[in-house]
Protein backbone atom coordinates (compact mmCIF):
# COMPACT_ATOMS: atom_id res chain seq x y z
CA UNK A 1 0.00 0.00 0.00
CA UNK A 2 0.85 3.62 -1.06
CA UNK A 3 -0.18 7.18 0.81
CA UNK A 4 -2.85 10.60 0.29
CA UNK A 5 -0.41 8.45 -2.53
CA UNK A 6 -0.88 8.94 -1.15
CA UNK A 7 -3.90 11.33 -1.56
CA UNK A 8 -5.00 11.16 -4.99
CA UNK A 9 -7.55 9.39 -7.69
CA UNK A 10 -10.88 9.03 -7.36
CA UNK A 11 -14.39 10.97 -7.34
CA UNK A 12 -14.99 14.68 -8.71
CA UNK A 13 -15.84 17.46 -6.67
CA UNK A 14 -16.19 21.08 -7.19
CA UNK A 15 -13.28 23.09 -7.22
CA UNK A 16 -13.26 25.84 -4.59
CA UNK A 17 -12.62 29.81 -5.13
CA UNK A 18 -8.99 30.65 -4.75
CA UNK A 19 -9.31 32.39 -1.17
CA UNK A 20 -5.65 32.75 -0.85
CA UNK A 21 -3.55 32.60 2.36
CA UNK A 22 -0.18 34.55 2.11
CA UNK A 23 3.36 32.93 3.05
CA UNK A 24 5.61 36.15 2.55
CA UNK A 25 8.85 34.07 2.42
CA UNK A 26 8.81 32.82 6.06
CA UNK A 27 5.41 35.01 6.90
CA UNK A 28 1.67 34.08 6.68
CA UNK A 29 -0.07 37.57 6.74
CA UNK A 30 -2.62 36.86 9.09
CA UNK A 31 -2.40 36.85 12.89
CA UNK A 32 0.61 35.65 14.40
CA UNK A 33 0.94 31.70 15.76
CA UNK A 34 3.87 29.84 16.89
CA UNK A 35 3.40 27.70 14.02
CA UNK A 36 4.60 29.73 12.02
CA UNK A 37 8.26 30.79 11.08
CA UNK A 38 9.30 34.83 12.41
CA UNK A 39 11.26 36.11 9.66
CA UNK A 40 8.89 38.72 7.57
CA UNK A 41 11.23 39.37 4.73
CA UNK A 42 11.81 36.96 1.53
CA UNK A 43 15.16 38.71 1.24
CA UNK A 44 18.12 37.06 2.78
CA UNK A 45 21.58 38.09 1.08
CA UNK A 46 23.41 40.93 1.35
CA UNK A 47 22.64 42.74 -1.15
CA UNK A 48 18.77 42.56 -0.24
CA UNK A 49 18.30 39.74 -3.23
CA UNK A 50 17.33 36.40 -2.29
CA UNK A 51 20.27 34.40 -3.75
CA UNK A 52 18.12 32.08 -6.43
CA UNK A 53 15.39 35.18 -7.57
CA UNK A 54 16.82 34.50 -10.82
CA UNK A 55 16.49 31.47 -11.28
CA UNK A 56 12.50 32.17 -11.53
CA UNK A 57 10.96 32.21 -14.88
CA UNK A 58 10.73 35.89 -15.69
CA UNK A 59 6.50 35.75 -15.32
CA UNK A 60 7.07 34.71 -11.43
CA UNK A 61 9.20 37.30 -10.93
CA UNK A 62 7.22 39.83 -12.12
CA UNK A 63 4.15 38.50 -10.34
CA UNK A 64 6.18 38.49 -7.13
CA UNK A 65 3.89 35.36 -5.68
CA UNK A 66 3.55 31.76 -6.43
CA UNK A 67 0.12 30.66 -6.03
CA UNK A 68 0.09 27.54 -4.45
CA UNK A 69 -3.29 24.77 -4.50
CA UNK A 70 -3.66 22.86 -1.68
CA UNK A 71 -6.37 20.92 0.52
CA UNK A 72 -5.69 22.40 4.03
CA UNK A 73 -7.45 19.90 5.91
CA UNK A 74 -4.36 17.52 7.11
CA UNK A 75 -2.30 18.26 10.02
CA UNK A 76 0.32 18.25 10.27
CA UNK A 77 1.20 18.73 6.91
CA UNK A 78 -0.98 21.60 6.20
CA UNK A 79 -4.23 22.98 7.64
CA UNK A 80 -5.73 26.32 9.04
CA UNK A 81 -4.74 27.82 12.12
CA UNK A 82 -6.31 30.99 13.55
CA UNK A 83 -7.05 31.83 9.82
CA UNK A 84 -3.48 31.48 8.56
CA UNK A 85 -2.16 28.60 6.45
CA UNK A 86 0.31 26.19 9.14
CA UNK A 87 1.92 22.92 9.14
CA UNK A 88 4.83 21.46 7.59
CA UNK A 89 4.05 22.21 4.12
CA UNK A 90 3.41 26.42 4.55
CA UNK A 91 6.41 25.95 6.96
CA UNK A 92 8.55 24.52 3.62
CA UNK A 93 6.67 27.10 1.44
CA UNK A 94 8.27 29.71 4.10
CA UNK A 95 11.62 28.45 3.81
CA UNK A 96 12.01 28.03 -0.05
CA UNK A 97 10.33 31.74 -0.41
CA UNK A 98 13.11 33.10 1.20
CA UNK A 99 15.69 31.46 -1.23
CA UNK A 100 13.62 32.55 -4.08
CA UNK A 101 12.25 36.27 -2.79
CA UNK A 102 8.65 35.52 -3.27
CA UNK A 103 5.58 34.98 -1.46
CA UNK A 104 3.76 31.86 -1.35
CA UNK A 105 -0.02 32.34 -1.69
CA UNK A 106 -2.00 29.20 -0.08
CA UNK A 107 -5.65 28.44 -1.30
CA UNK A 108 -7.80 25.75 0.40
CA UNK A 109 -8.92 23.39 -2.81
CA UNK A 110 -10.84 19.95 -2.28
CA UNK A 111 -7.81 17.47 -2.77
CA UNK A 112 -9.57 15.51 -6.04
CA UNK A 113 -9.62 19.03 -8.22
CA UNK A 114 -6.08 19.80 -7.53
CA UNK A 115 -4.43 18.54 -10.67
CA UNK A 116 -7.52 19.84 -12.32
CA UNK A 117 -7.02 22.90 -11.28
CA UNK A 118 -3.41 23.16 -11.80
CA UNK A 119 -3.98 22.08 -15.50
CA UNK A 120 -6.64 25.30 -15.78
CA UNK A 121 -4.10 27.00 -14.32
CA UNK A 122 -5.72 28.52 -10.70
CA UNK A 123 -2.43 27.96 -9.04
CA UNK A 124 1.44 27.43 -10.25
CA UNK A 125 1.40 24.67 -8.17
CA UNK A 126 0.27 22.14 -5.75
CA UNK A 127 1.77 21.58 -2.46
CA UNK A 128 -0.48 19.21 -0.47
CA UNK A 129 1.40 16.09 0.97
CA UNK A 130 0.61 14.69 -2.75
CA UNK A 131 2.53 11.36 -3.70
CA UNK A 132 4.79 11.62 -7.07
CA UNK A 133 3.43 8.94 -9.23
CA UNK A 134 4.19 7.72 -12.75
CA UNK A 135 -0.05 7.93 -13.38
CA UNK A 136 0.21 11.53 -12.34
CA UNK A 137 3.57 12.41 -14.19
CA UNK A 138 2.36 11.01 -17.55
CA UNK A 139 -1.40 12.72 -17.05
CA UNK A 140 -3.79 9.53 -16.85
CA UNK A 141 -6.38 8.49 -14.86
CA UNK A 142 -4.99 5.73 -12.59
CA UNK A 143 -8.58 3.63 -13.01
CA UNK A 144 -8.43 3.79 -16.26
CA UNK A 145 -4.87 4.25 -18.04
CA UNK A 146 -6.52 7.13 -19.72
CA UNK A 147 -4.78 10.06 -20.79
CA UNK A 148 -6.72 12.89 -18.80
CA UNK A 149 -4.41 16.00 -19.02
CA UNK A 150 -1.14 17.24 -19.25
CA UNK A 151 1.70 15.78 -17.65
CA UNK A 152 2.87 16.94 -14.20
CA UNK A 153 6.47 16.79 -12.47
CA UNK A 154 6.90 16.96 -9.01
CA UNK A 155 9.71 17.99 -6.99
CA UNK A 156 9.98 15.48 -4.48
CA UNK A 157 10.60 17.00 -0.94
CA UNK A 158 9.39 13.86 1.66
CA UNK A 159 8.63 10.50 2.00
CA UNK A 160 5.87 8.86 3.89
CA UNK A 161 3.96 5.81 3.68
CA UNK A 162 0.22 4.50 4.45
CA UNK A 163 -0.67 3.91 8.17
CA UNK A 164 -3.62 2.19 9.37
CA UNK A 165 -5.43 3.65 12.07
CA UNK A 166 -8.32 1.68 14.58
CA UNK A 167 -10.11 2.95 18.09
CA UNK A 168 -8.15 2.41 20.85
CA UNK A 169 -7.63 -1.12 22.30
CA UNK A 170 -8.31 -2.30 18.33
CA UNK A 171 -11.38 -3.54 18.79
CA UNK A 172 -11.96 -4.99 15.53
CA UNK A 173 -8.60 -7.41 15.99
CA UNK A 174 -6.73 -5.18 12.85
CA UNK A 175 -3.24 -6.37 12.58
CA UNK A 176 -2.64 -6.22 8.77
CA UNK A 177 -4.69 -5.05 5.81
CA UNK A 178 -5.44 -8.30 4.99
CA UNK A 179 -7.58 -8.17 8.47
CA UNK A 180 -9.35 -5.44 6.71
CA UNK A 181 -11.49 -7.86 4.28
CA UNK A 182 -15.28 -7.88 5.25
CA UNK A 183 -15.15 -4.67 7.55
CA UNK A 184 -15.86 -1.46 6.75
CA UNK A 185 -13.10 1.23 6.26
CA UNK A 186 -12.89 4.91 6.15
CA UNK A 187 -10.63 6.48 3.50
CA UNK A 188 -10.57 10.45 2.36
CA UNK A 189 -11.67 10.97 -1.59
CA UNK A 190 -9.15 11.35 -4.29
CA UNK A 191 -6.51 8.93 -1.95
CA UNK A 192 -4.80 6.32 -3.12
CA UNK A 193 -5.74 4.76 0.06
CA UNK A 194 -8.53 3.98 -1.41
CA UNK A 195 -6.60 2.31 -4.84
CA UNK A 196 -4.76 0.58 -2.09
CA UNK A 197 -7.68 -0.98 -0.50
CA UNK A 198 -9.08 -1.93 -3.95
CA UNK A 199 -6.07 -3.70 -4.67
CA UNK A 200 -6.52 -5.74 -1.59
CA UNK A 201 -6.94 -9.49 -2.22
CA UNK A 202 -9.98 -10.33 0.08
CA UNK A 203 -12.47 -13.26 -0.23
CA UNK A 204 -14.92 -10.80 0.77
CA UNK A 205 -14.42 -7.59 -0.41
CA UNK A 206 -13.47 -4.14 2.09
CA UNK A 207 -15.89 -1.87 2.39
CA UNK A 208 -14.62 1.36 1.67
CA UNK A 209 -16.28 4.67 2.74
CA UNK A 210 -15.35 7.56 1.01
CA UNK A 211 -15.33 11.07 2.82
CA UNK A 212 -14.41 14.43 1.42
CA UNK A 213 -11.93 15.16 4.04
CA UNK A 214 -9.88 13.03 6.58
CA UNK A 215 -11.51 15.26 9.46
CA UNK A 216 -14.21 13.06 8.42
CA UNK A 217 -13.00 9.81 8.21
CA UNK A 218 -11.45 10.08 11.59
CA UNK A 219 -14.50 11.13 13.52
CA UNK A 220 -16.42 8.32 11.57
CA UNK A 221 -13.64 6.05 12.91
CA UNK A 222 -14.17 7.44 16.50
CA UNK A 223 -18.01 7.01 16.22
CA UNK A 224 -16.98 2.74 15.80
CA UNK A 225 -18.62 3.11 12.40
CA UNK A 226 -15.88 1.67 10.87
CA UNK A 227 -13.44 -0.60 11.77
CA UNK A 228 -10.22 1.30 10.37
CA UNK A 229 -9.25 4.85 9.09
CA UNK A 230 -6.52 4.82 6.12
CA UNK A 231 -4.59 7.52 5.65
CA UNK A 232 -0.51 8.78 5.69
CA UNK A 233 2.08 8.47 8.04
CA UNK A 234 2.27 11.78 9.45
CA UNK A 235 -1.90 12.55 9.25
CA UNK A 236 -2.06 9.49 11.02
CA UNK A 237 0.42 9.73 13.74
CA UNK A 238 -0.90 13.31 14.15
CA UNK A 239 -4.28 12.18 15.16
CA UNK A 240 -3.10 9.65 17.15
CA UNK A 241 -0.67 11.70 19.08
CA UNK A 242 -3.43 14.69 19.26
CA UNK A 243 -7.00 13.20 19.51
CA UNK A 244 -8.44 13.02 22.64
CA UNK A 245 -5.18 13.82 24.45
CA UNK A 246 -4.01 10.16 22.75
CA UNK A 247 -6.90 7.96 23.87
CA UNK A 248 -8.79 8.02 21.05
CA UNK A 249 -6.63 5.78 18.45
CA UNK A 250 -3.49 3.56 17.67
CA UNK A 251 -2.09 2.86 14.63
CA UNK A 252 -1.55 -1.29 14.00
CA UNK A 253 1.50 -2.31 11.60
CA UNK A 254 4.41 -0.44 9.80
CA UNK A 255 3.97 2.05 7.37
CA UNK A 256 2.89 0.86 3.85
CA UNK A 257 4.77 0.87 0.73
CA UNK A 258 6.24 4.97 1.37
CA UNK A 259 6.59 6.86 -1.58
CA UNK A 260 7.60 10.97 -2.27
CA UNK A 261 5.26 13.82 -1.73
CA UNK A 262 6.31 16.41 -4.64
CA UNK A 263 5.25 19.43 -5.44
CA UNK A 264 3.38 19.47 -8.14
CA UNK A 265 4.09 21.81 -11.56
CA UNK A 266 3.00 21.61 -14.76
CA UNK A 267 5.59 19.58 -16.90
CA UNK A 268 5.78 22.59 -19.45
CA UNK A 269 6.71 25.08 -16.55
CA UNK A 270 10.62 23.62 -16.50
CA UNK A 271 11.59 26.80 -15.11
CA UNK A 272 9.38 27.08 -12.14
CA UNK A 273 10.47 23.33 -11.44
CA UNK A 274 13.88 23.97 -11.35
CA UNK A 275 13.95 27.33 -9.49
CA UNK A 276 11.93 24.79 -6.65
CA UNK A 277 14.15 22.13 -6.80
CA UNK A 278 17.32 24.41 -6.86
CA UNK A 279 15.26 26.09 -3.40
CA UNK A 280 14.84 22.74 -2.26
CA UNK A 281 18.47 21.61 -1.94
CA UNK A 282 19.47 24.83 -0.80
CA UNK A 283 17.19 24.90 2.15
CA UNK A 284 18.57 21.02 2.87
CA UNK A 285 21.94 22.44 2.43
CA UNK A 286 21.86 24.99 4.97
CA UNK A 287 19.62 23.05 7.65
CA UNK A 288 16.37 24.79 7.43
CA UNK A 289 14.40 22.31 5.94
CA UNK A 290 15.61 19.64 8.80
CA UNK A 291 14.08 21.93 11.10
CA UNK A 292 10.85 22.74 9.88
CA UNK A 293 10.53 18.70 10.05
CA UNK A 294 11.83 18.57 13.13
CA UNK A 295 9.45 21.13 14.35
CA UNK A 296 6.40 18.83 13.56
CA UNK A 297 8.06 15.41 14.72
CA UNK A 298 7.75 14.58 10.76
CA UNK A 299 12.10 14.55 10.55
CA UNK A 300 11.91 10.27 9.50
CA UNK A 301 10.57 11.90 6.45
CA UNK A 302 12.98 13.88 5.22
CA UNK A 303 14.82 13.40 1.73
CA UNK A 304 18.76 14.38 1.24
CA UNK A 305 18.31 15.99 -1.78
CA UNK A 306 15.01 17.03 -3.69
CA UNK A 307 14.53 14.66 -6.64
CA UNK A 308 12.37 15.16 -9.43
CA UNK A 309 10.02 12.70 -10.58
CA UNK A 310 11.06 9.78 -8.20
CA UNK A 311 7.71 8.32 -7.97
CA UNK A 312 6.90 4.77 -9.51
Request: net charge negative.
Amino acid sequence: MTARACRGSVATKHLAAFGAMTVVGALALTGCSDDSPKSASPSVSGTGKAPLHDELPGSVKKAGVIKVGSDMLYPPMEFVRNGRPTGVDPDLAAVLGRQLGVEFQFGNNAFDTLLTGLRAKHYDVVMSSMTDTKDRQEGLDPSTGEKIGEGIDFVDYFKAGTSVMVKKGNPEGVKTPADLCGKKVAVQSGSTAYDLLQAQKCDEPIDIEIFDTHDQAQARLKSGAVAADVADYPVVAYAVKTAGGGKDFETVGEQLNAGPYGIAVLASNTGLRDALQAALNASIRDGSYGKVLDKWNVGEGAVTDAVINSGT
